[in-house]
């Protein structure tokens, strides 16, 4: 069972905008930074947003993350057939004293 | 390039360890923490620990502590995971994974399958 707590499933159609949640506790979100990945069957995670709301280079502003209290949310404007995919959100977590992670939202695009 | 590339999948037997390699490449291996996370089949992400390339100190998870070793050899830019007695569910890709932004982890290995079966 995963630390970070996210629906199992999203979904949208092409264009729409979809959000996704993260809930957490004081010991993580709570004090932390959030990150999001993304990943494809098969593949590694890709690091998709850092420090609540950063996109690294090459991330589309189409996505966008944001933080308030003990939970996150990413955001995906304009979906596109290939943003389907799994997104996990992390968060450094003070008793573990490392990253705990959500157990994923995978994202269906109709 | 900056990447991470990871040795290949292996199948061990209950109680046995596995090492897993990580080269790193097209950056200063010594500059950033080298993560492991392992996701089990068809489940979620889960943290093992960090070491410091540079001077080698590592932090495990309180999951593994006492089966996990994270070394690194900083003259061919390799770090190493080791897991020791292994059980079933120990099975999972293994990825390395180095931090860049603050927590934040950049380049990920292609991931290693080890597969634990008698």
Redesign the interface.
């Known amino acids: 069972q995963s630390v970070l707590t996210q629906p199992p499933s999203a979904s949208g159609t092409p264009g729409q905008r979809v959000t996704m949640s993260c809930s957490g506790t004081s010991s993580n979100i709570g004090r932390n930074i959030v990150i999001w990945y993304q990943q494809l069957p098969g593949t590694a995670p890709k690091l998709l947003i850092y420090n609540n709301n950063q996109r690294p280079s090459g991330v589309p502003d189409r996505f966008s993350g944001s933080k308030s209290g003990t939970s996150a949310s990413l955001a995906i404007s304009g979906l596109q057939s290939e943003d389907e995919s799994v997104y996990y959100c992390a968060a450094w977590d003070a008793s573990l004293n490392g990253p705990v992670f959500g157990g994923g939202t995978k994202l269906t695009v109709l | 390039q900056m990447q991470l590339i990871q040795s290949g999948a292996d199948v061990k037997k209950p109680g046995a360890s596995v090492k897993v390699s990580c080269k790193a490449s097209g950056y200063i291996f010594t500059s950033y923490y080298l993560?492991w996370v392992r996701q089990a089949p068809g489940q979620?992400?889960?943290?093992m620990?960090?070491i410091n390339p540079n001077s080698g100190p590592t932090?495990y998870?309180?999951k593994f502590q006492g089966r996990v070793t994270m070394t690194r050899d900083t003259s061919i830019t390799t770090a190493y995971l080791e897991l020791s007695n292994l059980r079933s569910d120990d099975t999972a890709v293994y990825?390395c994974?180095r931090e860049y932004?603050?927590?934040?982890?950049?380049i990920?290995?292609?991931?290693t399958m080890v597969t634990v079966s008698s």
């Open positions: 993560h979620g992400l889960e943290w620990g960090r932090n998870a309180e990825y994974a932004f603050v927590e934040a982890f950049d990920w290995g292609q991931g």
